[in-house]
Nanobody, 118 residues
Framework: EVQLVESGGGLVQPGGSLRLSCAAS????????MTWVRQAPGKGPEWVSG????????SYADSVKGRFTISRDNAKNTLYLQMNSLKPEDTAVYYC???????????WGQGTQVTASS
């Protein structure tokens, strides 16, 4: 059974940092591109970042470029998202997703809430 379990969300002041983690199980993690998607209140899902199966290639939405860094540890079956200089508009539920826009998104985690507010 595929499982994706996010952690690391919380409340942070604007300008602060958080590091999200996603523990993956039930599939060969190192074989798949992984993605972070977020959904703000009242809005549709927004693609945030993706990383290739080996970690050598990554991409970012313009809204987070230069502030967020995606990474993975295939030995630990874990995906990460380092978020710096957080803004109120980054407030959303962040989801870890197996797959990419090319291959399709077939499994989603339960999400972790990130709130950037003073």
């Amino acid at each position: 059974e595929v499982q994706l379990v996010e952690s690391g969300g919380g409340l942070v002041q604007p300008g602060g940092s958080l590091r999200l983690s996603c523990a993956a199980s039930g599939f060969t993690f190192s074989s798949y591109t992984m993605t972070w998607v977020r959904q703000a209140p009242g809005k549709g899902p927004e693609w945030v970042s993706g990383i290739s199966n080996g970690g050598g290639s990554s991409s970012y939405a313009d809204s987070v470029k230069g502030r967020f860094t995606i990474s993975r540890d295939n030995a630990k079956n874990t995906l990460y998202l380092q978020m710096n200089s957080l803004k109120p508009e980054d407030t959303a539920v962040y989801y870890c997703v197996k797959g990419s826009i090319t291959t399709g998104y077939d499994y989603w985690g339960q999400g972790t809430q990130v709130t950037a507010s003073s």
